[in-house]
């Protein structure tokens, strides 16, 4: 979450990783259908959304890395983000109950368990990333049922202390079971490149793998319209799901990070810099107005364009309104908040 020294493109990921998370969650609660769609509009929206949270969780692996925070100010940030899901739950009841784990749980746990794991780890060594991606993707062969169902209400309960554990590590939305993928990608995309400004070496290896992993996901789009199948879907029967995340997804959202990183390092985007400054203060409110407007396709008969033009004005909204909040209120906002109580610390 912080580095000793800025460098623009990462803020430009962080902006472009929070406005496709706000995008996901407004094009959820102002969604006018109930069933699956396999429009061109549909893939291209659970496409980019579907790389919202991989790539915000492997930037957050990435900074957790470089932090080098002490005991203290680990528990300290951990507690921040644990009490900040809280929060997005109580701002979000029309998406969530008020325990249940999210990204931020997600990122509470990684700030205690990443730093330990990546201690040992040697810069430009994949071997860990790679025994751990294995691992996982035959645990999800194996044993597909450790991972639950695709039903969005057990994913999001929060009946017992059971369930939210379970939903914790294994079962709920973003649970440390298989997204710690993620974060170490990004701990070893840190590791291979600490003191360089360009962040993603673009060496064999990272050609190979967006390579390898376009191919994969070519085949199955290919194969899926052969057998007149979806394709990709948060939670329906589809070659890629994203509740839970299986192999297929996990493998097509690591390439996607690849190819926005790539991207976004070679021509930067210096547009998306402040959305990138403040990503957790965005994350954290802008729910509130989505939880003000949730029933508005209802009430007002929203059609597909109406609820699709609305993502995208909301989402893209936040720019402008970052821009304008870094130039009046530089530190006024939860990052500057968790910085000076770490430094305290």
């Known amino acids: ?34 069933g699956a769609q396999q ?34 100010a680990r ?67 194996f044993f597909p049922e450790i991972q639950g169902a695709g039903e969005w209400s057990g994913r999001v309960s929060d009946d017992s202390a059971h369930q939210i554990v379970s939903n914790l590590f294994l079962t709920g939305t973003y649970p440390l079971f298989p997204w710690i993928i993620f974060a170490l990608l990004g701990a070893t995309i840190s590791l291979a490149n600490p003191g360089s400004s360009q962040t993603l070496q673009q060496n064999r290896f990272t050609k190979s793998a967006l390579v390898l992993g376009l191919v994969f996901c070519l085949s199955t789009f290919i194969h899926s319209n052969i057998e007149n199948a979806l394709w990709a879907h948060p939670t329906e029967d589809a070659y890629l799901t994203f509740f839970p995340a299986n192999s297929a997804f996990i493998i097509a959202a690591m390439t996607g990070v690849l190819l926005i990183w ?33 029933d508005f396709e209802t009430i007002h ?5 109406t609820s699709a033009a609305s993502t995208l004005l909301y989402t893209l909204a936040w720019i402008p309104a970052s821009a304008l909040w870094m130039k009046q209120w530089p530190h006024a906002n939860f990052e500057t908040l968790l910085k000076r109580i770490r430094k305290s610390l």
């Open 301 to 305: 008969q929203w059609r597909l364009t």
């Open 75 to 141: 528990i300290f940030q951990a507690l921040f983000l644990f009490t900040a899901q809280i929060l997005v739950n109580t701002t979000s009841p029309h998406l969530f109950n008020s325990f249940t784990p999210g990204i931020l749980s997600l990122f509470g746990l990684l700030t205690l368990i990443l730093p330990p794991l990546t201690l040992r780890m040697k810069p430009s060594n994949i071997q860990p990333l790679a025994i751990t991606t294995a691992l996982v993707f035959g645990i999800q062969v």
């Open 39 to 72: 429009s061109i509009l549909a893939y291209t929206v659970s496409g980019l959304g579907g790389l919202a949270a991989p790539l915000f969780v492997t930037l957050f692996g990435w900074g957790v890395v470089r932090s080098q925070l002490s005991v203290k």
């Open 262 to 294: 790539t991207f976004i390092q070679r021509y930067e985007l210096s547009f998306l810099n402040s959305t990138g400054q403040i990503s957790l203060t965005i994350y954290l409110i802008h729910f509130i107005p989505l939880s003000l407007m949730n």
């Open 1 to 34: 979450m912080s580095q000793t020294q800025r460098i623009h493109h990462i803020d430009s990921l962080r902006g472009a990783a929070v406005l496709l998370m706000v995008m996901v969650h407004a094009a959820a609660t102002w969604n006018p259908f109930q």
